[in-house]
């Protein structure tokens, strides 16, 4: 058992999973409202209630509330006297539980669509709001009778009961989407839910975050030593500092550099950590052994896994120097946990952990961020004192710039994009579009293509910009950069980088595409 399940804040928002990517949007806009939101799977009333939760928030998702094998909650949960607001499918679960009807439409409603409030009866959800206003709806069924006692409180053109509720009883549902960005006073709804019919206390800021996080810690770690392997990213940066910041100098960083990281990444984390945190940090610089183990390597899953093994053995080496550790710092997310099942498992996946535990090591576990969300983990960053340059770090792969050299990894080619991924993130920020966007970088395909430079013929390799809206990197837009930015960083690559003389942007979405070349 992770050691911060026992520092949960009490009385979560429950919000329960209904096998649809919304749960976890649904939980971050709760917290985004500073109270503490956990998600779990439909259990039983009382295993329910046993989480002392201050609300539950039923989720949407894919099935059909009649389907054979449809996903249901415990019935009891509605006497429980616990406030409870469904969406979208958790609204329908309500209105079918509760005697009011579901029915099939024809066409279904997704998308954008106007919500025509019932003024005669207002709701308290929709206090303060317009009459009218957009919102985000995405489902075939559609509640079609609301429950006796129930009443209707919004409707749509398609949706004749687009939110109903007891308000006696505390039960609400929504069939449209309040916590997509789409819907108008979504986060409003939400709060409304929250701070006048769940009456919730403020339970979930930064500092709360961080005290309970440093308490954990120190709990756990008592007097042992600590590893961490920092990445040059966000996650283990903060969860470094966190562990600093409880057991300071019995944790020491190893900050490997593969030689496949992005410019000046390794003199800002000795800046970040040795120089403003006091930080006990091992540097090893391993860039020829790297290149080597990449020699003739083009398989992309093969590539990860060279960089993966050999990055283990180097962390073993520093490890065997301090053999009196007995913990390992990881950066595991919630999202991890909530995708793992279940929370209480320290799951790792492969393919998002190059520095992950090596196996045959002895040491156990702190995760001092298996509760927070990414943009929670950067609020817990700046809190803590890291630079934004670290906080608001894009994701970048563990396996570095090799995943976005199509092709064999050579010194060469790994200067040549470092210096253009180093033109695209400085125009990127330059324009202040750097918040707007989840990643922006730089692909050298090992191709060349034919140009003309002054007065002579080139053959050299083009680039390619990649630049993606995401909310959590399942799924990504290409991001409509101006023309203008496009223009400056189109020229600037091909003047300033040698061996460059064609530049591409990618306009493929997630899917089909994936974010990253390889
Ligand atoms: P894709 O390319 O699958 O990537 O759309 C989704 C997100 O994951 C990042 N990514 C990785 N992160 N280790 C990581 O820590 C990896 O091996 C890895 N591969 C992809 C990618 O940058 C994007 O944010």
């Known amino acids: 058992m992770s050691a911060l399940s026992h520092h949960r804040p009490e009385k979560p928002i429950l919000v329960v999973d209904f096998g649809a990517q919304y749960a976890q949007l649904i939980a971050r806009r709760v917290r985004e409202a500073h109270v503490y939101s956990e998600i779990v799977s439909p259990k039983s009333a009382e295993e329910l209630l046993s989480l002392n ?257 050999l990055f283990i053995r180097i962390f073993e080496e520093v490890a065997r120097d301090h053999s009196d550790a007995k913990f390992l710092v990881q950066g595991t997310l919630y999202p991890d946990v909530v995708e793992s099942g279940e929370g209480e498992s320290a799951v790792i996946k492969s393919h998002h952990n190059v520095g992950g535990l090596p196996e045959d090591m002895d040491l156990e576990l702190v995760e001092p961020l298996r509760l927070l969300f990414k943009d929670e983990v950067r609020a817990v960053g700046s809190e803590l004192g890291l630079p934004d340059e670290i906080t608001w770090r894009q994701p970048f792969p563990g396996p570095g710039l090799a995943v976005r050299i199509i092709g064999e990894v050579t010194r060469e080619r790994t200067e040549i994009l470092r210096k253009a991924d180093a033109i695209v993130v400085e125009e990127i920020h330059k324009y202040g579009l750097d918040r707007d966007l989840w990643q922006y970088f730089a692909v050298l395909p090992a191709i060349r293509s034919v140009g003309v430079m002054g007065d002579g013929r080139t053959y050299a390799y083009p680039v390619i910009i990649r630049a993606v809206t995401s909310e959590d990197a399942m799924t990504a837009d290409w991001a409509r950069l101006p023309y203008e930015v496009l223009e400056v960083i189109s020229s600037r690559l091909i003047s300033e980088v040698p061996g460059i003389n064609r530049v591409a942007y990618d306009i493929t979405s997630k899917p089909p595409g994936t974010i990253e070349w390889e």
Not at 229 to 235: C, H
Not at 254 to 260: P, Q, S
Not at 269 to 274: H, L, Q, S, T
């Open 53 to 309: 939760p201050q609300g539950i928030i039923l989720s949407g998702g894919p099935s059909s509330v009649y389907a054979e094998g449809a996903p249901s909650i415990d019935p009891k949960i509605y006497e429980s006297n616990i406030p409870i607001l469904g969406i979208c499918y958790g609204a329908q679960l309500i209105a079918k539980d509760l005697g009011g009807k579901v029915s099939k439409t024809d066409k279904g409603e997704y998308g954008r669509t106007l919500l025509e409030i019932n003024k005669e009866r207002r709701s308290e959800l929709f206090n303060d709001i317009p009459d009218e206003i957009e919102v985000w709806m995405s489902h075939s069924d559609a509640i079609s009778e609301v429950p006796p006692g129930f009443v209707m409180t919004s409707s749509t053109k398609l949706a004749p009961v687009a939110s109903f509720e007891n308000s006696q009883m505390d039960i609400y549902g929504t069939q449209f989407h309040p916590e997509v960005v789409h819907s108008q006073f979504g986060q409003e709804l939400i709060k409304s839910f929250l701070f006048k019919v769940c009456d919730a206390k403020r339970n979930w800021t930064s500092i709360s975050v961080i005290d309970n996080a440093v308490q954990a810690i120190k709990e756990q770690v008592k007097g042992g030593k600590v590893l961490c392997a920092l990445s040059g990213g966000v996650d283990s940066a903060v969860a470094a500092a966190l562990v600093h910041k409880a057991v300071g100098d019995q944790l020491t960083c190893v900050f490997v550099d593969t030689g496949l990281m992005r410019s000046n990444e390794g003199t800002q984390v000795e800046r970040a950590f040795e120089r403003d945190f006091n930080v006990d940090l091992v540097h090893v610089k391993a860039e020829d052994r790297f290149l080597e183990a990449l020699s003739d390597v083009t398989d992309p899953e093969t590539k990860r896994k060279t960089i993966g093994e």
